[in-house]
């Protein structure tokens, strides 16, 4: 029969055994093993931003598999996870639910859409689990300041600011009038064009408000037309953006109406039947298209389409270059990788170049990437700059 002393040890043999089968935590760091750094999106993959969402995603999971292939980052390969929220606020907490305490993320990167991202990040932060280049220009994505929130985008505020200015201005426009989904994300829009026209001794003479699904704008065009509007700033994203240009076009309104970077999409651009030829946009950075001679541009558009059978779009080139710069801190942060370590390292990331001509920097405190935002226009079916500068308000 054995004793205490035998079972004892066979006990403790047993505990060694179970530990050394189980993946070996980096200094007790959530996400971090001896091989893998887990790294999770929660964005749209099937509902009305899925043209944004995959695309993103997809660039991601593309510059992961690169680096990936070459050895991974200090001896650690990253695990990507991507959970589909549907533009869902719902969805997306049950996905956040998912990545924290199922798949232990170490952070979530690009996770889409304003409502969802300020429903999350209060549960990730708990966690101490960094939220890193969600995909909104919303300025909830860095302020209030929180050491776990990393934007990379002008905000959708500042956007607008800048679009006010140029278009009272330069284009001699006085009456503003604004169309916006009824969210966050909207009434962020919103805020920036209150904000600049009061600066500039005017007011938004009239607004209309809608839910993401919506698919009729007679009546909120025709409102519109009739208050007297001159430029229409839209808080829209891709479908409805398309939707609300077609119904100002049959109504032969050719009225200035002028997008923000969840609108600065191709499938805007190259909407069949050039219905939204001579649309503004405002975007914190410029499409560049996969015909463009640079090498870096061309093998990036090359691989993508080999990979995932289409072209990458603006989102997608964003998501390329939010992963190059989590790989660059994630080299920067060294062996030891913990969320303090990886902080420490893209506060040391200053004038950061992409290849498609994009600049970002960070700093203690300054966790917001790039204030700086362009005004395009469709012609031709693209996307072109309207000025070569940055506008400011």
């Not at 047993?14 to 530990?19: P, Q, R, Y």
């Not at 009434?187 to 938004?204: F, I, P, R, S």
């Not at 109504?251 to 001579?278: C, H, I, K, P, R």
């Not at 700093?363 to 700059?385: A, E, K, M």
């Amino acid at each position: 029969m054995p004793t205490a002393c035998s079972r004892r040890l066979v006990s403790l043999l047993l505990c060694c055994l179970a530990l050394a089968a189980a993946p070996a935590l980096a200094a007790d760091q959530r996400g971090v093993t001896d091989s893998e750094i887990v790294i999770g999106t929660i964005t749209d993959l099937s509902g009305i931003a899925a043209i944004q969402g995959v695309n993103n995603s997809n660039a991601i999971r593309m510059a992961f598999d690169e680096v990936n292939v070459k050895g991974g980052i200090n001896g650690r390969k990253i695990k990507y996870i991507v959970e589909d929220n549907q533009y869902t606020v719902p969805r997306a907490v049950q996905a956040m639910n998912k990545l924290l305490n199922s798949d232990d993320v170490f952070m979530t990167l690009d996770d889409g859409g304003t409502p969802m991202n300020d429903a999350n990040m209060p549960a990730q932060f708990a966690k101490n689990v960094p939220n890193v280049f969600p995909l909104t220009a919303a300025r909830s994505m860095y302020q209030p300041y929180n050491k776990l929130k990393f934007a990379q985008f002008a905000s959708y505020y500042d956007q607008m600011r800048s679009a006010v200015k140029y278009f009272a201005e330069k284009r001699g426009r006085k009456q503003f009038c604004v169309m916006y989904q009824d969210s966050d994300f909207g009434k962020d829009v919103l805020a920036g064009v209150v904000a600049q026209t009061e600066a500039m001794g005017m007011k938004v003479i009239a607004t209309t408000a809608h839910k993401p699904t919506d698919t009729d704008f007679n009546a909120a065009v025709s409102k519109l037309h009739d208050a007297g509007c001159d430029a229409i700033m839209l808080g829209t994203i891709v479908r409805d953006t398309n939707i609300i240009i077609q119904t100002a076009r049959k109504m032969s309104w050719n009225v200035d109406l002028v997008g923000q970077f969840a609108a600065y999409d191709t499938a805007v651009a190259n909407l069949a039947g050039g219905a939204t030829e001579g649309f503004f946009c405002m975007t914190p950075a410029l499409y560049v298209y996969p015909d463009d001679p640079r090498p870096a541009v061309q093998a990036f558009a090359k691989a993508f389409k080999a990979k995932y059978g289409i072209d990458p779009n603006f989102h997608g080139e964003v998501g390329y270059t939010a992963a190059q710069l989590v790989i660059l801190a994630l080299q920067k942060a060294g062996k030891d990788l913990t969320v303090d370590s990886f902080i420490n390292a893209m506060e040391s990331v200053h004038d950061y170049k992409d290849i498609f001509g994009s600049e970002l920097s960070f700093g203690p405190n300054q966790h917001h990437g790039s204030t700086r935002s362009f005004l395009t226009i469709v012609h031709n079916g693209r996307w072109v700059p309207v000025e070569e500068s940055a506008l400011a308000y």
